[in-house]
């Protein structure tokens, strides 16, 4: 799995390309961590998961983990561009309460923007 | 049996025989002597108990009266003696403001009464002497064996004594005087020992200082004096008679009767004979009603636990049939027991329902009753005990959750806070503070309320790197201009916010663990309520023999079924009934171990918890946390918490258990196959299903997993379910990667309305087989299949 970011309007932009399972959860923390550690203020993060094709319970718990951070940053985190089937077990597991589901990357950067 | 003749005749044979065998001797004096007392100590009992209502003036009245009909009484031929018992009686009860005003009343009874105005003297000289000594040694009451009480009953006894002696020398009596002195002190002292307690016990009672109904437990003396009062008071109106009904012999029945009833036959037995004896002391021709209420109460306390009526029934038909079998040849006293019998179960019975709120459930007055006493008094005691503990783990919830919300209230108004930092760090000693913070107040006040803003904006807009080129052009044109400190503002600013948001995030992070503290606490507190509830209702869950937890191992493709026999609460009818279960587990590919983790448990009262947890990621670590979630949450379940709070425990206790991830789904099912419900409570797992013949119903409620964020959002869903019905739960593993999870759940439906397999052990294989071959006969993940039965 590919894990790329940047930053885009203050947000930080985590794209995922692959499967996200317990081999590469890591890679997602080795990625994220050390941004948010490096964010002196509440951060905001998006993860741009257009290009996973598996997730298992390890891929959910990585971003549960990154939520969990950054929510006690004081900071939000978004996913965006689910696939069908990744939306079906976010909305299994219940993650769609806490964490907000976008279309698209340009879409989560602006509703984290506005506060939404 | 007695030759036939007419009771009267009987009456007066006896009593002549007796009064002739007594004599002038003391015995016979002292026979008289409890004759008379009984008769008429009842209606003066009767009046200090009313008097001790209303005021202390109400209360001296009545004392007056009391001691004035006291007075009208003749013992051992001498008047007075039961005044001065009452006097004794009132200090024993340690109402020393009673003795006088029966001394007034006694008083004016004499002077009132010509014939006894010779007593007058020597009543006076006794109420006297006895107010000398007691208050003369009352400094020595403590020094004195039993204390006040004891100073009471020895002044009483030696002035009645020396009293008795100086009248009998001066009246001439000589050495006699010395037996008639003994008995008058001894009957002063006993009446008043007797009167003293009873009057205690009921003082207790009307002035809020005990229960009425520890008046009436048989371990307590009180009760006893109690009982000797009224065996007194049956006495004193055995000569009262309305027609042919004696109300001393109708209050003996019931007396007899409602203590078997409550007490059982021993203490019925006992009763029995204490009334006839009452009787006795006040008519000899009583003596037979000694036997007639003996077995009376016997019978009646024989049948105690069934229906009032047929004890109090089989209670007279055995006190008619002893009345029968003591005929004495009189048709006028099988008759007259009838009557008094009868009336006397018709007051018990009203008795019984009228004040039975006041009647402790005692058992039979016998040894082996006295245990269940024991137990009931040490349970009465655990209970109130548990029930302070509950109330201690609530208020350490509450004072718990209350100090988090003080604390979210306090870190919202600051700013003074933040600006008096600032000022302490820029402006002290600062040869311009005057001039800024004296002559320019509010413009240096806007100014650093505008640094602040902008940098606290900043801060919630972007990163810091990104900000700080702005800050620097963001300085106001006031502080440019007015302060010589100016290039240090921006920084120091930036480092007080920063520093807030520190301690801010501190706090919330104490707040946070507070709340699951403040969670765990109340469980626990709910934990001990149930236990309570378990105690009082004296309710056990029982669980039957038979296995009780079925945990199976997480080898890859074990298959396992397990018969769970549910227990069946106590007093229920019918045999236990029990739930089939078959499981199917199987790691990851490659895995050893599956971090699925399952359990059966059957928690009693035809009850049985099905848990299956999925640990996030797979393999041992998976496994260990989803064996924690599940063995947490049914140990909690055992312990009597709701599935809520067990759920929410369960939670606060994976948030913080360990500081990166720990998360675990938990699917919850709850058997009931009494109640014929079973209910789902699930977070964030996969739905179950419900087969009732070819109708499959799907359960799901979307929630979050265990072990995320502190506060949780979950529902639970009953859903009723009927005699052979199946039901399936499932692991996420179970429903593939993702792309096929609709198609699955599609086929599992489908699978179990078709099937007509009705054994969960081959459901569940089957089942597994069937979603292999759709996934290409691999499944990437851990996967649990479990099925029960309802039987």
Same mark, same amino acid.
């Given at each position: 799995?590919?894990?790329?970011?940047?930053?885009d309007?203050?947000?930080l932009?985590?794209?995922?390309?692959?499967?996200?399972?317990?081999?590469?959860?890591?890679?997602?923390?080795?990625?994220?961590?050390?941004?948010? =550690?490096?964010?002196?203020?509440?951060?905001?993060?998006?993860?741009? =998961?257009?290009?996973?094709?598996?997730m298992?319970?390890?891929?959910?718990?990585?971003?549960?983990?990154r939520?969990?951070?950054?929510?006690?940053?004081?900071?939000?985190?978004?996913?965006?561009?689910?696939?069908?089937?990744?939306?079906?077990?976010?909305?299994?597991?219940?993650?769609?309460?806490i964490?907000?589901?976008?279309?698209?990357?340009?879409?989560?950067?602006?509703?984290l923007?506005?506060?939404? | 049996m007695?030759p036939?003749?007419?009771?009267d005749?009987?009456?007066?044979?006896?009593?002549?025989?007796?009064?002739?065998?007594?004599?002038? #001797?003391?015995?016979?004096?002292?026979?008289?002597?409890?004759?008379?007392?009984s008769?008429?100590?009842?209606?003066?009992?009767?009046s200090?108990?009313?008097?001790?209502?209303?005021?202390?003036?109400?209360?001296?009245?009545?004392?007056?009266?009391?001691?004035?009909?006291?007075?009208?009484?003749?013992?051992?031929?001498?008047?007075?003696?039961?005044?001065?018992s009452?006097?004794?009686?009132?200090?024993?009860?340690?109402r020393?403001?009673?003795?006088?005003? /029966?001394?007034?009343?006694?008083?004016?009874?004499?002077?009132?009464?010509?014939?006894?105005?010779?007593?007058?003297?020597?009543?006076?000289?006794?109420?006297?002497?006895?107010?000398?000594?007691?208050?003369?040694?009352?400094?020595?009451?403590?020094k004195?064996?039993?204390g006040?009480?004891?100073?009471?009953?020895?002044s009483?006894?030696?002035?009645?004594?020396?009293?008795?002696?100086?009248?009998?020398?001066?009246?001439?009596?000589?050495?006699?005087?010395?037996?008639i002195?003994?008995?008058?002190?001894?009957?002063?002292?006993?009446?008043?020992?007797?009167?003293?307690?009873?009057?205690?016990?009921?003082?207790?009672?009307?002035?809020?200082?005990?229960?009425?109904?520890s008046?009436?437990?048989?371990?307590?003396?009180?009760?006893?004096?109690?009982?000797?009062? /009224?065996?007194?008071?049956?006495?004193?109106?055995?000569?009262?008679?309305?027609?042919?009904?004696r109300?001393?012999?109708?209050?003996?029945?019931?007396?007899?009767?409602?203590?078997?009833?409550?007490?059982?036959?021993?203490?019925?037995?006992?009763?029995g004979?204490?009334?006839?004896?009452?009787?006795?002391?006040?008519?000899v021709?009583?003596?037979?009603?000694?036997?007639?209420?003996?077995?009376?109460?016997?019978?009646?306390?024989m049948?105690?636990?069934?229906?009032?009526w047929?004890?109090?029934?089989?209670?007279?038909?055995?006190?008619?049939?002893v009345c029968?079998?003591l005929?004495?040849?009189?048709r006028?006293?099988?008759?007259?027991?009838?009557?008094?019998?009868?009336?006397?179960?018709?007051?018990?019975?009203?008795?019984?329902?009228?004040?039975s709120?006041?009647?402790?459930?005692?058992?039979?007055?016998?040894?082996?009753?006295?245990?269940?006493?024991?137990?009931?008094?040490?349970?009465?005691?655990?209970?109130?005990?548990?029930?302070?503990?509950?109330g201690v783990?609530?208020?350490?919830?509450?004072?718990?959750?209350?100090?988090?919300?003080?604390?979210?209230?306090?870190?919202?108004?600051?700013?003074?806070?933040?600006?008096?930092?600032?000022?302490?760090?820029?402006?002290?000693?600062?040869?311009?503070?005057?001039?800024?913070?004296?002559?320019?107040?509010?413009a240096?006040?806007?100014?650093?309320?505008? @640094?602040?803003?902008?940098?606290?904006?900043?801060?919630?807009e972007?990163?810091?790197?990104?900000?700080k080129?702005?800050?620097?052009?963001?300085?106001?044109?006031?502080?440019?201009?007015?302060?010589?400190?100016?290039?240090?503002?921006?920084?120091?600013?930036?480092?007080?916010?920063?520093?807030?948001?520190e301690?801010?995030?501190?706090?919330?992070q104490?707040?946070?663990?507070?709340?699951?503290?403040s969670?765990?606490?109340?469980? @626990?507190?709910?934990?001990?309520?149930r236990?309570?509830?378990?105690?009082? #209702?004296?309710?056990?869950?029982?669980?039957?023999?038979?296995?009780?937890?079925?945990?199976?191992?997480?080898?890859?493709g074990?298959?396992?079924?397990?018969?769970?026999?549910?227990?069946?609460?106590?007093g229920?009818?019918?045999?236990?009934?029990?739930?089939?279960?078959?499981?199917?587990?199987?790691?990851r590919?490659?895995?050893?171990?599956?971090?699925?983790?399952?359990?059966?448990?059957d928690?009693?009262?035809?009850?049985?918890?099905?848990?299956?947890?999925?640990?996030?990621?797979?393999?041992e670590?998976?496994?260990?946390?989803?064996?924690?979630?599940?063995?947490?949450?049914?140990?909690?379940?055992?312990?009597?918490?709701s599935?809520?709070?067990?759920?929410?425990?369960?939670?606060?206790?994976?948030?913080?258990?360990?500081?990166?991830?720990?998360?675990?789904?938990?699917?919850?099912?709850?058997?009931?196959?009494?109640?014929?419900?079973?209910?789902?409570?699930?977070?964030?797992?996969?739905?179950?299903?419900?087969?009732?013949?070819?109708?499959v119903?799907?359960?799901s409620?979307?929630?979050?997993?265990?072990?995320?964020?502190?506060?949780?959002?979950?529902?639970?869903?009953?859903?009723?379910?009927?005699?052979?019905?199946? @039901?399936?739960?499932?692991?996420?593993g179970?429903?593939?990667?993702?792309?096929?999870?609709?198609?699955?759940?599609?086929r599992?439906?489908?699978?179990?309305?078709?099937?007509?397999?009705?054994?969960?052990?081959?459901?569940?294989?089957?089942?597994?087989?069937?979603?292999?071959?759709?996934?290409?006969?691999?499944?990437?993940?851990?996967?649990?299949?479990?099925a029960?039965?309802?039987?």
């Amino acid at each position: 799995m590919s894990v790329k970011a940047k930053h885009d309007r203050g947000c930080l932009v985590v794209s995922l390309c692959g499967e996200l399972d317990l081999k590469t959860a890591g890679e997602l923390k080795a990625t994220v961590d050390p941004a948010l =550690l490096e964010a002196r203020t509440a951060p905001t993060v998006v993860l741009d =998961l257009s290009g996973v094709n598996f997730m298992d319970s390890s891929g959910m718990g990585a971003i549960l983990g990154r939520y969990r951070t950054v929510s006690q940053m004081g900071g939000k985190l978004a996913v965006c561009s689910l696939t069908p089937q990744l939306r079906k077990l976010f909305e299994l597991t219940g993650l769609t309460r806490i964490i907000p589901v976008f279309a698209s990357q340009d879409d989560a950067v602006v509703g984290l923007q506005g506060g939404e | 049996m007695m030759p036939a003749m007419e009771i009267d005749e009987y009456q007066r044979n006896t009593y002549a025989s007796l009064k002739k065998a007594s004599g002038d #001797s003391g015995v016979g004096r002292l026979s008289g002597a409890a004759v008379l007392t009984s008769r008429t100590i009842c209606s003066l009992v009767v009046s200090a108990i009313g008097s001790l209502q209303g005021s202390a003036v109400h209360k001296w009245a009545w004392a007056v009266l009391l001691g004035f009909v006291s007075s009208r009484c003749t013992v051992v031929v001498e008047t007075g003696i039961l005044a001065k018992s009452l006097i004794l009686a009132a200090g024993i009860a340690g109402r020393p403001g009673m003795t006088g005003g /029966i001394a007034v009343g006694a008083a004016a009874g004499f002077l009132l009464d010509g014939t006894a105005l010779r007593h007058l003297p020597r009543f006076l000289a006794f109420f006297a002497l006895f107010e000398l000594l007691i208050r003369a040694l009352n400094p020595l009451a403590a020094k004195i064996r039993y204390g006040r009480r004891g100073l009471v009953i020895s002044s009483g006894l030696v002035c009645a004594f020396s009293i008795r002696v100086v009248h009998g020398l001066i009246g001439g009596d000589g050495i006699t005087a010395l037996p008639i002195a003994c008995a008058t002190a001894g009957i002063v002292a006993a009446v008043g020992v007797l009167c003293g307690e009873a009057l205690s016990a009921v003082y207790s009672v009307w002035e809020g200082e005990a229960e009425a109904s520890s008046l009436l437990d048989m371990r307590r003396n009180e009760t006893k004096y109690v009982f000797t009062l /009224i065996t007194v008071l049956i006495g004193g109106l055995g000569s009262v008679a309305a027609g042919q009904v004696r109300p001393a012999q109708v209050l003996a029945s019931a007396m007899v009767m409602v203590a078997a009833m409550n007490y059982g036959c021993a203490i019925g037995a006992l009763m029995g004979s204490v009334a006839g004896i009452g009787l006795v002391l006040a008519d000899v021709q009583h003596f037979p009603m000694v036997a007639v209420y003996s077995v009376t109460g016997l019978v009646t306390g024989m049948l105690r636990g069934g229906r009032h009526w047929e004890s109090l029934m089989l209670g007279t038909v055995a006190g008619m049939t002893v009345c029968l079998l003591l005929d004495q040849g009189c048709r006028a006293f099988p008759v007259d027991s009838f009557i008094h019998l009868s009336i006397g179960a018709g007051l018990a019975f009203l008795i019984q329902i009228w004040f039975s709120h006041l009647l402790v459930d005692a058992p039979a007055g016998t040894a082996e009753g006295l245990p269940a006493r024991d137990g009931r008094v040490h349970m009465d005691s655990a209970r109130r005990r548990l029930q302070s503990l509950s109330g201690v783990f609530e208020l350490l919830a509450s004072t718990l959750s209350e100090a988090g919300e003080k604390h979210k209230a306090c870190l919202t108004d600051g700013f003074d806070i933040l600006l008096q930092e600032a000022h302490r760090r820029l402006c002290d000693n600062c040869g311009k503070h005057d001039a800024c913070w004296n002559s320019r107040f509010f413009a240096s006040y806007d100014a650093f309320l505008t @640094i602040f803003a902008e940098l606290e904006m900043e801060a919630s807009e972007g990163t810091d790197h990104a900000g700080k080129r702005r800050r620097d052009s963001r300085i106001p044109t006031y502080l440019r201009q007015h302060c010589v400190n100016s290039t240090r503002v921006v920084p120091v600013v930036a480092e007080i916010l920063e520093a807030k948001r520190e301690e801010l995030a501190a706090l919330e992070q104490m707040q946070g663990a507070k709340e699951v503290i403040s969670s765990q606490f109340r469980g @626990i507190a709910e934990i001990v309520d149930r236990l309570i509830e378990e105690i009082c #209702s004296g309710e056990e869950s029982v669980i039957q023999s038979g296995a009780s937890q079925v945990e199976f191992g997480a080898a890859r493709g074990e298959l396992g079924s397990a018969r769970v026999e549910s227990g069946a609460a106590r007093g229920q009818r019918g045999r236990p009934r029990s739930v089939d279960v078959g499981i199917y587990c199987t790691a990851r590919s490659g895995n050893s171990v599956s971090g699925d983790s399952r359990l059966i448990y059957d928690l009693g009262d035809a009850r049985t918890l099905i848990v299956l947890g999925d640990g996030m990621g797979s393999g041992e670590t998976a496994a260990v946390e989803s064996r924690f979630a599940t063995t947490m949450f049914k140990e909690l379940m055992v312990a009597g918490m709701s599935q809520r709070s067990a759920v929410e425990v369960v939670n606060s206790l994976m948030l913080i258990r360990r500081k990166d991830e720990s998360f675990s789904t938990l699917d919850i099912a709850v058997v009931d196959t009494a109640r014929r419900h079973v209910e789902f409570t699930k977070m964030g797992s996969c739905p179950s299903y419900i087969k009732s013949g070819k109708r499959v119903r799907r359960i799901s409620s979307p929630s979050l997993p265990i072990g995320i964020l502190p506060g949780l959002d979950f529902d639970t869903v009953k859903c009723a379910v009927y005699p052979g019905d199946i @039901i399936l739960m499932i692991s996420d593993g179970v429903l593939g990667p993702g792309e096929d999870m609709d198609v699955i759940d599609e086929r599992i439906i489908e699978y179990l309305g078709e099937t007509r397999r009705t054994c969960p052990r081959e459901i569940v294989n089957e089942l597994a087989d069937v979603l292999k071959m759709m996934m290409g006969a691999v499944w990437d993940d851990d996967a649990t299949l479990i099925a029960v039965k309802i039987p």
